[in-house]
């Protein structure tokens, strides 16, 4: 199934975290946080400017990203958990 988020949304798979501590203790399923990292899988054409063009998104897909802990909307595509956000809501790129 393909996905096109509208306006300056973006597609994010968040990025599985680490299941061991440095310490070598393993961290069950229940007491994992979920990941504020991702990969963007598709970005939208850009925010509607009161002009009627677009404005150019900073962020692209395959992009690494940090977000919030509680952005988004999480949606289910194809089995696998994916996240729907507004650009604004991303905190940084990683390089």
């Known amino acids: 199934m393909a996905i096109q988020p509208l306006d300056d949304r ?7 975290s680490q299941e061991t501590t440095e310490g070598g203790i393993v961290i069950p399923d229940t007491a ?3 990941p504020q990292k991702g990969r963007i899988i598709a970005v939208g054409p850009g925010k509607l400017l009161d002009d009627g063009g677009r404005g150019e998104m ?3 897909a395959g992009n690494v990203v940090l977000f919030g802990k ?3 909307s999480e949606v ?11 650009e604004s809501e991303i905190l ?4």
């Open 10 to 16: 973006v597609l994010i798979k968040r990025l599985e």
């Open 32 to 34: 994992k946080e979920k």
């Open 58 to 60: 900073s962020v692209s």
């Open 70 to 72: 509680y952005s988004g």
């Open 76 to 86: 289910k595509i194809d089995g696998d958990e994916h996240i729907i956000m507004r």
């Open 92 to 95: 940084a790129i990683i390089e």
